[in-house]
């Protein structure tokens, strides 16, 4: 009985989280204009005031669901993140994890999905942070060289979130990126168990439990390294390889099931 009281509560509790961040969304077209008004043109200045306001307010959404018993999170290595020249690449289990991320550390530029910028709750701090949107052209290779040049910048290169078997599958133009542009690689693991919050999963289909995060910065990878003895083509396909095997041997311990009510 006490579980199914709990499971309800969390249950309303999701329901309120979202209807919360839609609201949240549109009141930001108000709030973020003047750092929106002129994208995709802002100068840095401007977009790191955005990412501060865009980052609190992410931040709070954040401890909601924690007092609500939606989940839990654990942050590791954060101190490392934001530095310029850095190229964060991170698995992409669920909904939040950008939301996650970023309510932590503001200091980012993002690499988002190009769709994003239909999604109303989205659109306005898409554009006062004056994230890229991934259009997999030439253009969005030049964008990102030019981003790493004065900031760090965080990338999903699995491209969309990971599916219900829980295997990391990277595109190569991730590491491609880090290799050409940046200072330093550094890998973000993301773990979750129970999984929730994936790719066409309704609202409601909410876990038996509440969600528990951990998010660990591993160790950083020197680009220069990898490019020392092999053209870059060649050192992308061995550094996207190496980090398949990185992210897939520090998430094999999630259980990745359909385990809901």
Request: net charge positive; aromatic share 12%.
């Amino acid at each position: 009985m006490a579980e199914k009281i709990d499971w309800i509560k969390r249950l309303l509790g999701t329901l309120f989280g979202f209807i919360l961040f839609g609201i949240v969304g549109v009141l930001f077209k108000v709030i973020l204009y003047p750092y929106t008004k002129n994208y995709p043109y802002n100068d840095l200045t401007t977009q790191l005031k955005g990412r501060q306001i865009v980052s609190s307010s992410w931040r709070f959404f954040i401890r909601y669901l924690s007092w609500a018993g939606i989940l839990e999170i654990k942050y590791q290595g954060f101190e490392r993140l934001g530095r310029t020249g850095q190229l964060v690449l991170a698995n992409h289990p669920s909904l939040l994890d950008v939301v996650l991320i970023f309510s932590q550390e503001p200091r980012f530029n993002c690499i988002v999905k190009k769709e994003l910028l239909n999604n109303p709750a989205m659109t306005s701090p898409i554009k006062a942070c004056g994230f890229l949107p991934n259009t997999e052209s030439e253009a969005l290779l030049e964008q990102s060289h030019e981003v790493l040049k004065n900031e760090a910048l965080l990338l999903f290169p699995e491209g969309t979130r990971t599916g219900w078997d829980g295997v990391v599958k990277l595109h190569r133009g991730a590491v491609s990126i880090g290799l050409r542009s940046a200072k330093v690689i550094t890998p973000l693991v993301i773990k979750m168990n129970p999984p929730n919050l994936k790719k066409g999963q309704p609202w409601y289909k909410i876990p038996k439990h509440k969600i528990c995060y951990e998010l660990i910065v591993g160790e950083d990878i020197n680009p220069q390294q990898w490019l020392a003895e092999k053209p870059l083509p060649i050192a992308s396909r061995h550094l996207n390889q190496y980090l398949e095997d990185y992210f897939n041997s520090k998430t094999k311990d999630q259980k990745w099931s359909s385990n809901y009510n």
